[in-house]
């Protein structure tokens, strides 16, 4: 039998590894190390964890401990169990220990990070451990972020609202007695929002053309889906959402399921790629989770969730379980996670081993190798122990043993050689 081992068949068999192994595969030979490398490779591999539902896992970013922000992986396992919690580095180091590091968004598996300490922006990728820093923004205030993927132009690309209040004044003369019982003065503020695009491609901002607020306020994340930026525009009595084509850069709109944000909080979120509404209802503590199955139709706004929250807190959905019949959830008052059965309408508490019992912020990120050539995240501290560790842990992050190392590619050339040995026994036959 010959040698020869077809480039095409190594590129298949390596579809199948997560994001960890490969870049562990990358030490092999400079072979693999250029398939894997390959953005045709990475694009396929992001695409079938994507179908297959596989890869995923949950980026927790702790609130209230002893340094800015602690961030733990879990992984979640076939039968929608977490595997232990794994502590691993951000890349933005608070110099001074105050700052805190938001999450601006997600999106196949990169985190966009901000530091309020210094204002700093980065790329993160926590599967694989590797960063890129942003320039700085052009705003001067406290802006909004959205992040997400241009796959026409295939680029990353976060965008930057800036409101912008602007005070004028009307006639005094025409004023009245009038004016003051109508809530009208003679100074007003005129609210606009000004929009910049960071593009990865480029690495460069540049600035767009200025949000169409109709005299609603922004009041909502800025969440990704179907190629576009989205978010919710709301006063007292009316609601839309407003949408950002990344690709050509233009404005869209379309139903909102609720009218006005009187009484009522809304939030957007995504959920196994669909856009969804969260909306509690302060009057009667009724939150209710809404999934747009079909983009931008109003039609398809479906309720997929309803239930009482008596303290009148709401619940962020993260993904559907492997058989789509629960959804992941994360009370905004309570530790920990919970599951949602949709069929049953009960919620159970699911246990998340090696998690400090602090609050924190649940972010969904599915394992991809995007962000492969950027820079590696560096350990700047000690890792903390949690009660019930033993005091010998290993370092989070990629590195492993060289013993380990060892095994784990020996395991990978025996399956691969069992796999050419039946397939030329095949053709034989």
């Known amino acids: 039998m010959s040698d020869y081992f077809p480039p095409e068949l190594l590129f298949e068999i390596l579809l199948l590894l997560p994001p960890k192994d490969l870049i562990r595969c990358m030490c092999v030979s400079k072979a693999w190390n250029a398939c894997i490398r390959d953005g045709r490779f990475t694009k396929r591999h992001l695409q079938r964890t994507i179908n297959t539902n596989s890869a995923r896992t949950i980026l927790f970013s702790l609130w209230g401990t002893i340094y800015p922000k602690d961030f733990f992986l879990l992984a979640l396992s076939g039968d929608d169990s977490f595997s232990t919690a794994v502590e691993i580095w951000q890349p933005l180091v608070e110099r001074r220990g105050w700052g805190e590091i938001s999450i601006l968004g997600s999106c196949n598996g990169l985190v966009c990070i901000k530091s309020t300490e210094n204002a700093e922006i980065a790329l993160w990728n926590p599967s694989i451990q590797k960063f890129k820093r942003i320039p700085f923004t052009p705003s001067v205030s406290s802006p909004q972020y959205g ?23 009307v006639d005094v003369s025409k004023w009245s007695w009038e004016n003051i019982t109508n809530g009208s003065w003679p100074y007003c503020v005129a609210l606009s929002y000004e929009v910049h695009v960071y593009s990865l491609k480029s690495n460069l901002w540049k600035k767009i053309q200025s949000m169409p607020s109709k005299g609603l306020e922004l009041v909502s994340k800025i969440q990704f889906s179907n190629g576009a930026l989205n978010w919710v525009m709301s006063d007292n009595n009316m609601s839309i959402i407003l949408t950002l084509d990344l690709a050509t850069e233009k404005y869209g709109e379309f139903y909102c399921p609720v009218n006005g944000i009187l009484d009522v909080s809304i939030e957007l ?48 959905p993260l993904v559907f379980s492997k058989n789509g019949e629960m959804v992941l959830v994360q009370s905004e008052s309570h530790p920990g996670l919970r599951w949602f059965d949709l069929e049953e309408e009960v919620d159970e508490y699911t246990e998340t081993r090696g998690m400090p019992p602090h609050n924190g912020e649940a972010t969904f990120v599915v394992g991809s190798l995007c962000l492969l050539d950027g820079e590696p995240v560096i350990c700047t ?31 990978v050339i025996v399956l691969i050689s069992l796999f050419v040995f039946s397939l030329g026994f095949e053709l034989i036959l």
């Open 381 to 411: 501290r000690q890792p903390r122990v949690s009660r019930g560790e033993s005091n010998r842990r290993s370092r989070p992050g990629l590195s492993i043993s060289g013993v380990n190392l060892c095994l784990f590619l020996l395991v």
């Open 269 to 316: 979120e995504v959920l196994g790629g669909y856009l969804c509404v969260c909306i509690l209802n302060y009057n009667n503590s009724e939150f209710g989770i809404w999934i747009m199955k079909e983009y931008g139709a109003r039609e398809s706004w479906t309720l997929l969730h309803s239930s009482i929250s008596h303290l009148c807190k709401r619940y962020k």
């Open 147 to 169: 992040f997400g993927y241009d796959s026409t132009n295939d680029d990353y690309k976060l965008v930057e609202i800036e409101k912008i209040s602007t005070p004028y004044s």
